[in-house]
């Protein structure tokens, strides 16, 4: 017999401001660790559809993620970003964001994780300044 997963519990809003605003600290910091550990030790983030659209990713766990990040704002300078976040919606949020190299926006999805909610999956749209 089929049992249907039951859907993810809602991620409070709160979760996500809180979350995506501690993110944003750390990264200006250059502490791309931390925005890593944001992540589930197994995740699934893509940026422009990953590797095989002609993207990066997928990214496989906290250190990949912090290593792209990395990338992302130590080679191709983008700094100085700032969240928005637009929608919390499930256990789901959608972001816009800015930086000094371009815009993005992420479709992330959390879970809780011992208690701790962090996200599991996030597909990056990143559009370089021109």
């Known amino acids: 017999t089929f049992t249907p997963?039951?859907?993810?519990?809602?991620?409070?809003?709160?979760?996500?401001?809180?979350?995506?605003?501690?993110?944003?600290?750390?990264?200006?910091e250059n502490d791309t660790a931390f925005c890593g550990n944001c992540y589930t030790d197994k995740c699934h983030v893509t940026v422009n559809g990953g590797a095989d659209a002609g993207g990066f990713?997928?990214?496989?766990?906290?250190?990949?993620?912090?290593?792209?990040?990395?990338?992302?704002?130590?080679?191709?300078?983008?700094?100085?970003?700032?969240?928005?976040v637009d929608s919390v919606d499930g256990a789901g949020h959608v972001d816009t964001w800015t930086a000094d190299s371009g815009t993005g926006k992420c479709e992330g999805q959390w879970i809780q994780v011992d208690g701790a909610w962090k996200m599991h999956t996030d597909v990056i749209t990143f559009t370089p300044k021109a």
Do not use: C, H, M, W
Request: zero cysteines.
């Open 5 to 28: 997963k039951p859907a993810a519990p809602p991620v409070p809003a709160d979760v996500v401001n809180a979350g995506i605003a501690a993110f944003q600290k750390a990264y200006n």
């Open 57 to 84: 990713g997928p990214y496989t766990s906290p250190a990949e993620v912090a290593g792209f990040l990395d990338a992302l704002r130590n080679q191709l300078g983008g700094t100085n970003i700032k969240f928005s």
